[in-house]
């Protein structure tokens, strides 16, 4: 997927959490790990365009740790 990491995708990091959002045909990617960095910004996946956006939030780091606890039953 193109764009240039950290500016218009998400860098190249691990230990993120992504989840699909299928009311709004969208991924979800929070937080993660480089090699020096934790990451606490929020980015969303649009497939339909194939693009990558940086969601404004005011989550706090407590975030990462609820959203590897989510769990979606059917």
């Known amino acids: 997927i193109g764009g240039t990491p950290g500016v ?7 230990g993120a959490r992504m989840v699909y959002d299928a009311a709004g045909d969208r991924y979800v990617l929070f937080g ?3 090699n020096d960095q934790f990451y606490r910004d929020t980015w969303v ?12 939030t005011t989550v706090s780091s407590s975030m990462y740790i ?6 979606r039953s059917t």
């Open 8 to 14: 218009n995708k998400p860098s190249v990091r691990q």
């Open 32 to 34: 993660g790990v480089d």
């Open 45 to 56: 996946f649009n497939p339909a365009t194939r693009a990558w956006s940086l969601l404004a």
């Open 66 to 71: 609820v959203m590897s606890h989510i769990q």
